[in-house]
């Protein structure tokens, strides 16, 4: 993964415009200049809920272009409900670009894997991609069709796209995996995004055809920012992204725990040991 | 910008001088690298590194974090590199914090504790000795030091023989009596205590039927634990002579006064830098404003003076009540 260390601050940013795509996707746009600057494709920030309550949140950048910056979230707690109740004119808070984005070098010919609101996470490498001259194709699965957000958004940007519902109201009615499981015409590298049980099937998937595959992981965090080694996962030691800690005394084990939110959120899918 | 005109927010913990009362805690702040890209450090006491061990730890299996109402549990079992590795590739980055910088040490026996420190004292990056005799999450001996006065005593004998360093031991509130294991730490020679680290705690998934942690327990911090760390701090104050650095769950300006009037001469933030990690600054920034409104010129005038039937002289008008 890229390791260029980041620029992170803390932005108190004006919101720009809010909307809610599907009934629970949320979309807030703000005025970052200083963020989109540095931001690099698969980043996240930390979002601080505007009670000042509860633990920041994590989210993926969806956007990054002149001043706006945006986030997309599903309103599933306590935190996301209180940042979508933030409204254009309201000023949100976030520490970021934070974590090691996509490594994009080389890659001509890439399927893109989104599951649900991990669509937030592949907007900026899709662009980056497409925009460098690389085919890019974008398989997308959510429950049902008005949760496939904004996938004309990567078809504007030159993306094919393939989709899948649980309920067969758009394409395939099944799991996305299940249309990359299928494919002959094989990509030379996978980006995916979403559930953890569709993150395991895109690492088999990649393994069994070999190809090069890059995963970003979600998990519980507490600080974001590399401090409390609460946010980790098993990999292998001799990945790159590794910390670099000799042997633990824990006997026969080639495993080192790295954190998500300061190695990660990006991993290559076959350095991981979960 | 901290406006401390005429306060004086000084404070000084064994040997250790600081101009800012603010500690923050063990584990949850890294290195003070981790948040030094957007807060300035030099507006912060001191960092608690780590706790670091005799040997390399893997650390805990995951889930590590749970978010439960009010706070956290965390269970990340003493994940570090070890302390060979520890001073050879990691303390000499410590040199370039502009704020004071406190090691903890770990073990799981009394060779443990004062092996690590030995060697951890040796260095000039570091300048003052957090004891963790109380961490939670690791199987074995766990918080058995802790827990026992008597181990407790030994614990800090051994670790005072090595350094002449400051030395803060950081005491459980899991235990029936805090004060008679501080009063223990303070005949053993410890400089200062810590007050407290996390309660131990448990959430279970109901739809799995699973604990939530890997651990299956962990220690839970934040406002959820805050009355229970300011009562063991006023418990702890009335037990010895030594200062105490009160922690748990301190989130604001009102927060932090609770602790140094139960006792406490200096505070600790930790989970509260999850939310916000501005929230040290302002906590700085307004208790200058709260001792310039009542004509204190310094924090150390207000310090354990929460007493019962105690009328307030220093009451500033803008006060409800």
């Known amino acids: 993964m890229a390791t260029i260390a980041t620029s992170a601050a803390i932005h108190h940013a004006l919101v720009l415009d809010r909307q809610e795509l599907a009934p629970g996707v949320v979309v807030l746009g703000f005025d970052a200049p200083a963020l989109v600057r540095v931001t690099r494709p698969g980043q996240f920030v930390m979002a601080i809920p505007p009670s000042g309550e509860l633990a920041a949140t994590a989210l993926g950048i969806y956007e990054a272009s002149g001043n706006r910056a945006s986030v997309m979230f599903f309103v599933v707690g306590k935190r996301t409900a209180e940042l979508a109740a933030l409204r254009a004119g309201d000023h949100i808070e ?3 670009p934070l974590g090691n984005g996509f490594t994009l070098d080389n890659v001509r010919n890439v399927a893109i894997v989104a599951g649900g609101v991990g669509i937030a996470s592949v907007l900026l490498p899709a662009q980056a991609l497409t925009r460098a001259g690389a085919r890019v194709r974008l398989y997308y699965g959510a429950r049902t069709n008005a949760l496939l957000v904004d996938h004309d958004r990567f078809t504007s940007e030159g993306c094919e796209l393939h989709a899948a519902t649980d309920d067969g109201s758009m394409g395939h009615a099944g799991y ?56 980790v996962v098993p990999l292998v030691r001799t990945s790159k992204q590794a910390p670099s800690f000799p042997p633990a005394q824990r006997n026969g084990s080639d495993v080192v725990y790295a954190r998500v939110c300061k190695e990660g959120p990006v991993f290559w899918a076959h350095e991981l040991r979960w | 910008m901290v406006d401390l005109r005429g306060v004086d927010l000084g404070v000084k913990i064994g040997k250790l001088e600081l101009p800012y009362p603010t500690f923050m805690g063990s584990g949850c702040y890294g290195s003070g690298e981790e948040f030094a890209s957007f807060v300035d450090l030099a507006r912060i006491g001191a960092v608690v590194l780590k706790s670091v061990t005799r040997l390399p730890r893997l650390g805990n299996p995951t889930p590590r974090l749970v978010h439960t109402p009010a706070g956290m549990l965390n269970a990340i079992g003493l994940q570090n590199p070890g302390i060979d590795w520890y001073l050879e590739q990691e303390v000499a980055k410590f040199a370039s914090r502009p704020c004071a910088i406190v090691g903890s040490v770990a073990g799981f026996s009394v060779d443990d504790y004062a092996y690590v420190s030995e060697r951890l004292a040796t260095r000039d990056e570091i300048d003052a000795l957090e004891v963790n005799v109380s961490c939670p999450n690791v199987a074995s001996e766990g918080e058995t030091f802790a827990c026992d006065p008597k181990l407790t005593a030994k614990v800090v004998r051994a670790v005072r023989a090595t350094t002449d360093k400051t030395l803060i031991v950081k005491l459980s509130p899991n235990v029936t009596d805090i004060a008679s294991i501080a009063r223990e730490a303070e005949a053993a020679g410890a400089d200062a205590l810590a007050v407290i680290n996390t309660v131990r705690g448990m959430a279970i998934d109901v739809d799995r039927w699973q604990p939530r942690l890997g651990n299956v327990t962990g220690g839970l911090s934040g406002p959820a634990i805050r009355p229970i760390a300011v009562l063991a701090v006023y418990e702890v104050a009335r037990a010895v002579t030594i200062p105490i650095v009160g922690q748990g769950g301190i989130e604001t300006t009102s927060d932090a006064l609770e602790f140094f009037l139960a006792g406490a001469s200096a505070i600790s933030i930790g989970t509260a830098n999850f939310t916000d990690p501005q929230i040290p600054l302002r906590i700085i920034e307004e208790l200058a404003q709260y001792l310039r409104l009542r004509n204190l010129g310094s924090l150390a005038k207000i310090v354990g003076k929460a007493n019962v039937g105690f009328s307030n002289p220093y009451q500033y008008e803008g006060d409800e009540g």
Not at chain 1, 192 to 197: D, I, K, L, Q, S
Not at chain 1, 200 to 206: D, E, G, K, Q, S
């Open chain 1, 94 to 96: 976030l520490t970021g």
């Open chain 1, 176 to 231: 996305i995996t299940d249309l990359l499981s299928q494919t002959n015409d094989l990509p030379d590298m996978i980006l995916a995004c979403g559930p953890t049980p569709m993150l395991r099937v895109v690492a088999r998937i990649a393994e069994e055809r070999n190809i090069a595959a890059q995963l970003s992981l979600e998990e519980t965090f507490a600080c974001g920012v590399g401090g409390c080694w609460g946010c």
